[in-house]
Nanobody, 125 residues
């Protein structure tokens, strides 16, 4: 049974940094299509970054230049380095994975099969 477990969330002041981790079980991160999503209450979950085959990346305009998605195959872990955090980055962050390695869709929630439980990020001004 595939499991994704996020960690690394917390409270930080604006301008600070956090690194989120997502450890995968029964799922090989290397070469996979994985993404980070975030959601605030009352709004839809949005995809903010994805990575495919360890090198093809996508970033939502709102995080481009501030967030970096990466993976460590030896640890079977997906990361999201978040720098220059802003209050608008406050949200629950989720990692997600696709069940195929043939393609990597635009990060819409419906196209991702496996999900973690989420980790809260709170940025204060």
């Amino acid at each position: 049974q595939v499991q994704l477990a996020e960690s690394g969330g917390g409270s930080v002041q604006a301008g600070g940094s956090l690194r989120l981790s997502c450890v995968a079980s029964e799922y090989t991160v290397n070469g996979a299509c994985m993404a980070w999503f975030r959601q605030v209450p009352g709004k839809e979950r949005e995809g903010i970054a994805k990575i495919f085959r360890g090198k093809d990346t996508y970033y939502h305009d709102s995080v481009k230049g501030r967030f970096t998605i990466s993976q460590e195959s030896t640890l079977n872990t997906l990361y999201l380095q978040m720098d220059s955090l802003e209050p608008d980055d406050t949200a629950m962050y989720y990692c997600a994975a696709v069940g195929t390695r043939r393609y990597c869709p635009f990060p819409k929630p419906a196209d991702f099969t496996y999900w973690g439980q989420g980790t809260q990020v709170t940025v204060s001004s």
